[in-house]
């Protein structure tokens, strides 16, 4: 049921993403007095499930069966249909060749646009919907609980991280850190250990493995006792709700994951718990289970770190919205930029739509379906920006080309150039779902 809840979340997140750009490119043509000669929801080679051509319109609408995104069509272009017939007519007034550069600037530039536009309204409507709650990374007053990995690059447990190079980290949501870490690659960290700064230098060698790897840094928070359940085994120990253990056979545990590392050595034996009452310091013998458990409850972390809570008026929703679309493009930018190089080795990250799936929750949730959409929606308008032929970056460089040479490229060379930017998106394809079925058999 989790798999089909995903699929169901992928196929309809993309389908409004596609409908929305395509729109954008639409809507520009059809301003300009341009001709769209097709508008398909998914690709339709050979055949399509779908279509119909409304009464005086010049447009056949469909839906295709190939699920790969979709296109519109504009006549009098040379784009993924490769249609050499209509190009080797002459110009008619309605088509995009005929219309002046600025024209074609907007109707390529449209479907990033509109894009964009939705990303912005996507997170307005949330932030006034749901608002947002994190924990700042400064409010982690425990410090944070290393993985190995993070123990390699030269983090501690406790440790609180202040700064990458010259960045304040203090606002940074904690759960974002690890990737935070990743965009910036940071020649040093700095961190407090104690009561000493301490800075040391990032081996950027790491950020491979950093790619892959899950859940760095962790919160510590204390151990304090919620309860004390009849079927413990430590029901008639005198361990009370709000008791604090602070060290087990005498080595201090600031944090719980300190005594857990002390307890799984423990299991099935008897450790002596320095607890905390108050303000006095009692030493009570506890059992440790076969697992390494005291079997008692632990109180919510959120009771020592505060959350941070932001509501949203409607009026004041929208800008936020506005910041969180360009914060969440710069950091998608960031990463592309890794992905670009080589030694980081974040193109083996590169997915398709299967890891797009891995990342939608197994239980239907609306306000995390409409983030993952809204950021989706900046990933799409971001790589379509990218130089490449085939994409809209591609067609926008040759329009501006245009514009400022005063010269418009031929249509064998338009040709070409799209016949080059189809190979490399083919090879964009094969290396995501290459990557993907690589990382479903390890």
């Excluded at 995903?6 to 300009?32: D, M, P, T, Y």
């Excluded at 769209?36 to 080679?45: A, R, T, W």
């Excluded at 087990?248 to 545990?253: A, C, E, G, R, W």
């Amino acid at each position: 049921m989790e798999v089909l809840i995903k699929i169901v979340q992928v196929i309809l997140a993309l389908s409004f993403l596609v409908l929305v750009h395509e729109s954008g490119h639409f809507l520009f043509a059809r301003l300009f007095k341009i001709r769209v000669d097709k508008f398909y929801l998914f690709f339709d080679p050979w055949f399509s499930l779908v279509k119909f051509k409304p009464k005086n319109s010049h447009t056949e609408y469909g839906i295709g069966w190939l699920p790969l995104g979709g296109y519109c069509k504009i006549s009098g272009m040379i784009d993924e249909s490769m249609d050499k017939n209509q190009m080797k007519e002459d110009p008619k007034p309605w088509e995009f060749r005929s219309k002046p550069a600025w024209q074609r600037f907007f109707v390529m530039f449209g479907g990033v646009l509109f894009n964009m536009i939705l990303a912005i309204i996507l997170y307005g409507l949330i932030l006034f919907t749901w608002g947002e709650e994190y924990i700042r990374t400064e409010d982690a007053a425990y410090g944070i609980q290393c993985s190995s990995l993070a123990r390699e690059i030269g983090f501690q447990d406790g440790d609180r991280i202040l700064a990458f190079d010259d960045r304040v980290v203090d606002d940074v949501p904690f759960h974002t850190l690890q990737v935070d870490l990743i965009r910036t690659r940071p020649a040093v960290i700095t961190v407090l250990r104690g009561a000493d700064t301490v800075r040391f230098n990032f081996d950027q060698n790491l950020i491979a493995q950093m790619l892959s790897a899950r859940d760095m840094f962790a919160l510590r928070y204390p151990f304090v006792v919620s309860s004390v359940p009849d079927t413990s085994l430590n029901v008639a120990s005198g361990l009370m709700a709000g008791d604090r253990i602070v060290s087990l056979n005498d080595i201090p545990t600031p944090a719980i994951q300190d005594a857990r590392q002390i307890l799984a050595q423990h299991s099935e034996g008897i450790v002596y718990a320095g607890v905390q009452r108050n303000l006095t310091v009692m030493q009570i013998p506890l059992k440790v289970n076969k697992q390494g458990m005291l079997v008692v409850g632990v109180t919510n972390p959120l009771e020592f770190i505060p959350a941070t809570v932001k509501e949203y008026s409607f009026f004041s929703a929208f800008p936020a919205g506005i910041k969180k679309a360009y914060q969440t493009g710069a950091n998608y930018i960031q990463e592309l930029g890794l992905i670009f190089t080589p030694k980081t080795k974040a193109y083996k990250s590169v997915g398709s739509f299967i890891a797009i799936g891995s990342i939608f929750p197994g239980s239907w949730n609306w306000e995390i379906f409409w983030n993952i959409t809204a950021w989706l929606s900046i990933m799409l308008a971001i790589l379509n920006l990218l130089p490449i032929p085939a994409l809209d970056g591609g067609h926008l460089v040759i329009v501006l080309y245009e514009m400022i040479t005063r010269r418009k490229p031929s249509d064998k060379f338009l040709e070409y150039s799209q016949i080059v930017g189809m190979i490399l998106l083919l090879g964009l394809v094969f290396l995501a779902f290459g990557n993907d079925i690589f990382r479903l058999f390890t």
